[in-house]
């Protein structure tokens, strides 16, 4: 439940970066609160140096704890992988990198309060995104006694400089500079980058936008390939070694990256109305997604695929949303698991200068059959069954005609 009036708490857990926000909410919650404030870490795969000394900066701010979870391996099977088996794609681009941390990272943030016997929580997102629907919808779904506190609503701060400006009264340590161009999310599965050029959208993206993946101009010149084995949607193994889900993406990351692969330069639809300009960068994603739908497109029939492309967008849709904790997401997930069953095989990947080609795929489930499809002689289809096939399959637009020539005479 959202307080938007200045009461008094005992114990707030504030989700914590680190940076220039977060170090601002720690003081001005005791402050306007007075309370204790626990900072909560999640570790979903970010860049090392993100998370170097943060405990430090955690209790420099004033806070009397700060909690670091290892996320890593939880965000990428139960999240990542499980979103992938249902071809999630948000307006058919966004591999929703931001949006699927969320509620693992809510989760752990909701079960840190609960040890704590915190009664609030706080968070760093702003009233104009999408972060703040995602992390209290899940608070909701979780634990819905604990109040939620949304600083950027409600405070009077409006500017880096106010924020540098408070700290600074209070002689509380930060390392960040007036100077902030871009705003960037990172975890194991993607880094976005927002700001600078990128708020007019005919401003192409500078090179200084991409932090992760090389130029697919100054990739290698020659292409590189591997083996991908996938067991019920889900990679598993590569070049026949098996290896965890965290593993597995942090492997493709470092292939995908190096060959320029994952880059895209979108204008999406926020949940709350307007719209934004985005690069998202996910180079071991990109490699999974593609991997698992060349299998899907030897294992699932015509019907089943369909099917399947719909699950896809009501998934991603849900994901963007902040709707992880919902009985919809169960009956989805029950739903993609079903067709992922016999999503099983063996896929061989080329990556070139940005490109992702599976040029060799197999299955034992694979609906592909020679005998049936050859342009050769064959003994197993009649071709002659295709002219009753077509009378009854274009006997709708037969009729129609039949009745405009009637109704004419």
């Not at 698992?292 to 019907?303: F, G, H, P, Y």
């Not at 990947?349 to 490109?355: D, E």
């Not at 071709?383 to 005479?409: C, T, V, W």
């Amino acid at each position: 439940m959202l307080k938007h009036e200045n009461k008094q708490y005992k114990k707030v857990v504030l989700a914590y970066s680190g940076g220039l926000d977060t170090s601002t909410i720690v003081p001005w919650l005791k402050e306007n609160y007075g309370c204790e404030v626990v900072c909560f870490v999640a570790d979903v795969g970010q860049e090392r140096e993100d998370l170097e000394g943060i405990e430090q900066k955690a209790l420099q701010s004033g806070a009397t704890k700060c909690v670091i979870r290892d996320l890593r391996e939880e965000f990428v099977r139960d999240y990542v992988f499980e979103t992938f088996k249902t071809g999630a794609l948000y307006e058919g681009e966004y591999l929703l990198g931001t949006a699927i941390a969320r509620p693992c990272i809510a989760k752990a943030m909701v079960e840190v309060a609960l040890a704590e016997g915190a009664d609030a929580v706080a968070h760093g997102a702003t009233g104009k995104g999408n972060d703040q629907v995602r992390f209290e919808s899940a608070v909701a779904a979780l634990a819905p006694e604990l109040d939620v506190i949304a600083p950027w609503r409600i405070w009077n701060l409006q500017s880096r400089e106010e924020l540098l400006a408070y700290l600074n009264e209070r002689n509380i340590p930060c390392k960040a500079t007036l100077k902030k161009i871009y705003s960037r999310d990172a975890n194991v599965l993607h880094i976005s980058t927002e700001g600078g050029e990128l708020e007019h959208t005919w401003n192409p993206a500078s090179e200084n936008v991409w932090v992760w993946t090389v130029s697919p101009e100054k990739a290698p010149d020659t292409p590189e390939t591997f083996e991908l084995t996938i067991e019920k949607g889900v990679v598993t193994e590569f070049n026949g070694q098996k290896l965890t889900p965290f593993e597995m993406l942090s492997k493709l990351n470092e292939i995908g990256a190096r060959n320029g692969v994952g880059r895209i330069d979108i204008t999406e639809n926020r949940l709350v109305g307007m719209k934004s300009r985005g690069c998202y960068e996910t180079p071991g994603g990109t490699i999974l997604y593609k991997a698992l739908r060349a299998v899907e497109q030897l294992v699932l029939d015509k019907t089943t695929r369909i099917f399947r492309d719909h699950l896809a967008v009501e998934f991603a849709q849900l994901v963007y949303d902040g709707r992880w904790f919902t009985r919809l997401r169960e009956v989805l997930m029950a739903a993609a698991d079903e067709c992922a069953k016999d999503v099983n095989g063996k896929v061989v990947v080329k990556l070139y200068k940005g490109n992702i080609d599976v040029i060799q795929k197999d299955s034992p489930n694979s609906l592909f059959n020679f005998d049936f499809v050859t342009f050769g002689a064959d003994q197993v289809y009649d071709q002659a069954d295709g002219e009753g096939f077509i009378r009854l399959y274009s006997l709708p637009y037969r009729i129609r005609a039949l009745n405009a020539k009637q109704r004419a005479k």
